[in-house]
């Protein structure tokens, strides 16, 4: 089993930048695809970016492509997501998730989950 804390989140401007990070211990982290999703006030979680084990490859909802970043650290444990020109609807809480392949990730299927952190975006 893998824990996993996300960080990062708090009260951003219209157009500014977040960078969110997911610390994860446990069982081996590099073993892990990681991803993050978001949930809006009365919303679905909904899929945001999935990176491989390695990092070598990454996915993104049409909703933050081109604007956001998804990384990992191995020798941190740590998993990150950048996000550039924020407006309000990316205000949601981000969960990071892990599992053994990204299609998994994507799935939503066989994931560990974070306790999420709140992101708000201010106008």
């Known amino acids: 089993q893998v824990q996993l804390v996300e960080s990062g989140g708090g009260l951003v401007q219209v157009g500014g930048s977040l960078r969110l990070s997911c610390a994860a211990s446990?069982?081996?982290?590099?073993?892990?695809?990681m991803g993050w999703f978001r949930q809006a006030p009365g919303k679905e979680r909904e899929f945001v970016a999935a990176?491989?084990?390695?990092?070598?490859?990454?996915s993104y909802a049409d909703s933050v492509k081109g604007r956001g970043t998804s990384s990992r650290d191995n020798t941190k444990n740590t998993m990150y997501l950048q996000i550039n020109s924020l407006t309000p609807a990316n205000t949601a809480v981000y969960y990071c998730?892990?599992?053994?392949?990204?299609?998994?990730?994507?799935?939503?299927?066989?994931?560990?989950w974070g306790q999420g952190t709140q992101v708000t975006v201010s106008s």
């Open positions: 998730a892990a599992s053994s392949s990204t299609a998994l990730i994507r799935s939503m299927r066989e994931v560990y």
């Open positions: 446990g069982r081996t982290f590099r073993g892990y695809a």
């Open positions: 990176i491989s084990w390695s990092g070598g490859t990454t």
